[in-house]
């Protein structure tokens, strides 16, 4: 495997010979170094999927399923040695990674087949003598930028449905995580695409995003990151009347319902908020318990949570792995800090773990905290940190209405086992995710995105195929 830049059909290296070094954030040192471009590969980059495009968007949609399908079943094949790439780079545990990587596998096998089914449409004209249809056109050249947290299935999200009805692309990975990205471009080459149909970059993120911006040939850019970056984008874009898809932050609230069944409601709690150390846009942030319950959940809560094993996310025993690095570890640390020091508690964790074994890597403990209050900075800002927060309240309408008290609208989550309850949230909660007793809701055929602040558009689903698509209307005078 070569770690370099894919472009225009092969692995190259930079332009100027850049390199970056990846960092293991259990290790706390680097481990490898890879090419490293800059706006001089995304323009090359750009001009081999402007080049594609003109042949791709002809290739019939069966065959281009085909193509697909291979990308996901080498995936398939090769999921240990890509898990392991997202694990040294991310830090997450090899099972989470594994999950990461078949998951990825299946958006694009979806994307294969539900692009068979992206009909256009007869239209009922108004007059006996006309004939109305519409048909659907590939939009174009795309750019597709994804974070670190999750490197491989944010790529494909925007990678698969893209190339399923058309278009071209260059993919962004990021700066933490090239590897993965690599590994995954791997599959691409292999599985025999036409060169400059899908390219990968790497660089400097402002850098690259002016590139995609201001290059007339890119159409639409599928963005997922913070949501100050996402409004700069939107900004920028308008000058060229780029189509966007932004999935952004979230601050979801997690509501334990006066009919929950406790236990699994902690269980849930707990794998919801640590998986991938919290370091996730649609982790909970925010638990809300009935008061007369608060004290039995907590207790739950704080066992479950304690007895997470700490580690390499490479050993088999590991539970949960470390933060991507030391900045996030800081930000953790600031966030605890102002908990104690508005009133708050810290039941369990709090704190770097003791040892020899954590000294250099970027480890936090999983954290519970209580006496929470609107002041605290937790209960404002997107965390991004192991951080379980537990709030009780009084009836049902209050947690609804403090759980909907955030400018963010991503994900939502419920405990209850009531149906009428369950159909209240759904229509009440503002949130484009929500989640009842189930801790990982993404799934390739079915939309994924955010309400207010938190996004545009949708990825998966058969919605995500508008995104990459232009509704035509052809007219018909009969003579």
């Not at 006996?128 to 174009?140: A, E, H």
Request: net charge neutral; aromatic share 8%; with cysteine.
């Amino acid at each position: 495997m070569e770690y370099k830049l894919y472009i225009d059909g092969r692995f190259c290296d930079a332009a100027g010979g850049g390199t970056i070094g990846v960092r293991d954030p259990a290790l706390g040192r680097e481990f490898a170094r890879v090419a490293y471009g800059r706006g001089e590969d995304a323009q090359r980059a750009i001009a081999a999927a402007e080049r594609s495009f003109r042949l791709w968007r002809d290739v019939n949609v069966y065959e281009r399923a085909q193509y697909l399908r291979q990308v996901g079943a080498l995936m398939r094949q090769r999921v240990e040695t890509m898990a392991e790439a997202v694990t040294r780079e991310v830090g997450k545990p090899l099972a989470e990674s594994r999950a990461e990587v078949l998951g990825a596998a299946a958006t694009f096998e979806h994307a294969a087949e539900e692009a068979k089914r992206h009909y256009g449409e007869w239209v009922l004209s108004h007059v006996n003598d006309k004939r109305l249809l519409t048909l659907r056109s590939p939009i174009g050249v795309c750019a597709g930028i994804a974070p670190w947290n999750f490197p491989v299935m944010l790529l494909c999200r925007k990678l698969g449905p893209a190339l399923a009805v058309g278009c071209t692309m260059v993919a962004r990975s990021a700066s933490q995580t090239p590897r993965s990205a690599m590994e995954l471009f791997g599959c691409i080459h292999d599985a025999g695409l036409p060169a400059g149909v899908a390219n990968l970059v790497t660089g400097p993120a402002g850098e690259q995003a002016q590139e995609f911006l201001a290059h007339p040939a890119v159409r639409k850019i599928s963005f997922t990151g913070s949501v100050e970056v996402g409004k700069e984008l939107m900004a920028a874009a308008a000058k060229g009347l780029k189509k966007l898809s932004l999935e952004l932050g979230g601050h979801a609230p997690f509501i334990v319902c006066p009919d929950a069944d406790l236990e699994p409601a902690a269980d849930v709690a707990v794998k919801a908020k640590f998986r991938n150390m919290g370091q996730s846009c649609i982790a909970p942030s925010r638990f809300y318990v009935p008061r007369a319950k608060a004290r039995d959940f907590t207790a739950m809560v704080v066992r479950l949570t304690s007895a997470l094993t700490i580690g390499n996310g490479l050993d088999p025993g590991t539970r949960v792995g470390p933060l991507i690095d030391e900045l996030r570890v800081a930000a953790t640390e600031a966030l605890v800090e102002d908990i104690k020091n508005k009133g708050g508690a810290i039941l369990c964790g709090g704190q770097r773990p003791a040892g020899d074994r954590f000294k250099s890597g970027s480890f936090y403990e999983p954290t519970v905290a209580v006496d929470l209050n609107q002041d605290m900075l937790i209960m404002k800002e997107e965390p991004f940190a192991p951080i379980l927060p537990i709030i009780p309240y009084d009836d049902l309408d209050q947690a609804v209405e403090l759980a909907n008290a955030t400018p963010f609208g991503l994900a939502a989550y419920a405990a209850t086992n009531d149906m009428t309850t369950i159909f209240k949230l759904g229509e009440r909660l503002e949130a484009g995710v929500i989640a009842v007793n189930d801790f990982a809701p993404a799934t390739p055929q079915a939309p994924f995105g955010g309400m207010k602040e938190s996004g545009l558009g949708r990825e998966g689903g058969w919605q995500v195929l508008d995104a990459y698509t232009e509704v035509k209307l052809i007219s018909i005078a009969m003579t």
